[in-house]
Nanobody
Framework: QLQASGGGSVQPGGSLKLSCALSGSTLDYYSIGWARQAPGKEGEAVSCISSSDGGTYYTDSVKGRFTISRDKTKNTVYLQMNSLKLEDTAVYYC???????????????????WGQGTLVTVSS
């Protein structure tokens, strides 16, 4: 089971840190991804972190601004979002991923079990 939290409202240029807590298993077994869905748009895979080596991948629109990380002791994955833009406004979801490579974040099709979303609103 996945529990996402940390969403909120922020001005452009601001920062937020999302958390995704995994229960019932450990991060040793699951790669974890973040996806988002903006109003009226299709879901977009944003980032993922590999269970095996902690490798990370990002969609182009967030590279250099978002950082995914994990704390195995807390069984939690984080998404640090900096320099937020208006277009980052969306409901953000975390999910288990079958694997985490550059292919994973080209589509949400490789995400399996989804947590509930957390809303991120960027507005001035």
């Amino acid at each position: 089971q996945l529990q996402a939290s940390g969403g909120g409202s922020v001005q452009p240029g601001g920062s937020l840190k999302l958390s995704c807590a995994l229960s019932g298993s450990t991060l040793d077994y699951y790669s974890i991804g973040w996806a988002r869905q903006a109003p009226g748009k299709e879901g977009e895979a944003v980032s993922c972190i590999s269970s095996s080596d902690g490798g990370t991948y990002y969609t182009d629109s967030v590279k250099g601004r978002f950082t995914i990380s994990r704390d195995k002791t807390k069984n939690t994955v984080y998404l640090q979002m900096n320099s937020l833009k208006l277009e980052d406004t969306a409901v953000y979801y975390c999910a288990t991923a079958r694997f985490c490579t550059g292919v994973t974040i080209t589509t949400t099709s490789f995400f399996d079990h989804w947590g509930q979303g957390t809303l991120v609103t960027v507005s001035s």
